[in-house]
C-alpha cells in the first residue's frame, strides 16, 4: 500500500512539478503552479458530516483532482473503503483517498491522471511526444 514518499516518487518523475507547504503546513503537489494533489487531514466539520464514518485522526488523506464529479462518484462506490468526499467538496471534482489504503499502481495512476486534468496542454503535448503516446 502507498506511503507519502510513494506519492513524492510518484509527482517528482512528471514534469514542472513542485512540493510546497499548502494550508496549516500539509504538503501539496502542483503543475505549473496548479495544485492537483494534496495532504487533507479531516477538519472538525469534515468530521461532525461524516459522523462515523469519518476516517481515524491519524490515517492520512490525500485530496487528489479527478476529471469530473462523475469520476468522482464511481472511484467512492467502487472503493467505499478507499475514497471518500465531505461536504466541503460538493460540485468540485476532488475526491480523498485513505493513502494507505491504495495499491501503489492504483495510486501511480491517480497521480498522473491528476496531474494531467491541471498541466498546460504544451506541457501535456510534449510529455506525451517524449513517451510516444
Do not use: N, Q
Not at 494507505?100 to 498522473?112: H, K, M, N, S, T
Request: charged letters at 30%; glycine letters at 8%.
Amino acid at each position: 500500500m502507498a506511503i507519502w514518499d510513494d506519492v513524492r516518487r510518484l509527482v517528482a518523475a512528471l514534469p514542472d512539478t513542485d512540493e510546497h507547504a499548502s494550508y496549516g503546513g500539509c504538503p501539496s503537489w502542483r503543475v505549473h503552479g496548479k495544485a492537483f494533489m494534496w495532504d487533507r487531514p479531516l477538519r472538525s466539520a469534515d468530521r461532525r458530516a461524516l459522523a462515523e464514518a469519518a476516517p481515524d485522526e491519524t490515517e492520512p488523506l490525500l485530496g487528489i483532482r479527478v476529471a469530473d464529479e462523475g469520476v468522482k462518484a464511481a472511484l467512492i462506490a467502487g472503493g467505499p473503503d478507499v475514497f471518500l468526499t465531505t461536504p466541503h467538496f460538493d460540485g468540485y471534482p476532488v475526491v480523498l483517498a485513505r493513502l494507505g489504503r491504495i495499491p501503489v499502481d492504483e495510486l501511480a495512476e491517480l497521480v498522473e491522471d491528476a496531474w494531467r486534468f491541471r498541466a498546460p496542454k504544451r506541457l501535456l503535448a510534449a510529455f506525451d511526444s517524449r513517451r510516444g503516446a
